[in-house]
């Protein structure tokens, strides 16, 4: 009888630690953002930042416009820029007089290299 009981904890045993272990990332996130989120009179800026091989996500609170600094990073080209709020929301033009020439893009489908290169 003795030997059931500690035949069966010992099959048992891989399924109880599995139990408690983190399940594996198969995730294939990487640097995005920043996301700009209006909060009562707070904003939050959200991004998802490379750290030591690991996506960490960060956030980070302002009280105004002109102390918010964002940075956008394109890891594929070890590039980045960075830019500021404006100081209020506008909506702009929707329709705009036809130029002698145009040069129109559509989403780029994350291929920042590509469009660099153009």
């Known amino acids: 009888m003795h030997f059931r009981i500690l035949f069966f904890l010992i099959l048992s045993m891989p399924v109880v630690l599995m139990a408690n272990a983190e399940p594996p990332s198969y995730s294939d996130a990487g ?13 939050v800026v959200k991004s998802l930042e490379i750290q030591d091989s690991t996506v960490e996500v ?5 009280d105004d416009a002109g ?7 394109i890891p594929e080209s070890d590039d980045h820029f960075y830019f500021s709020l404006q100081d209020s929301l506008t909506i702009p033009a929707s329709e705009y007089s036809l130029p002698d020439q145009m040069l129109v893009l559509s989403d780029i489908e994350g291929n920042f290299q590509a469009l660099k290169t153009m």
Do not use: A, E
Not at 31 to 43: A, E, F, H, M, R
């Open 31 to 43: 640097t995005d953002g920043p996301y700009v989120l209006y909060q009562s009179k707070k904003i």
């Open 58 to 62: 960060r956030s980070r609170t302002y």
């Open 67 to 73: 102390s918010v600094i964002l940075t956008c990073n």
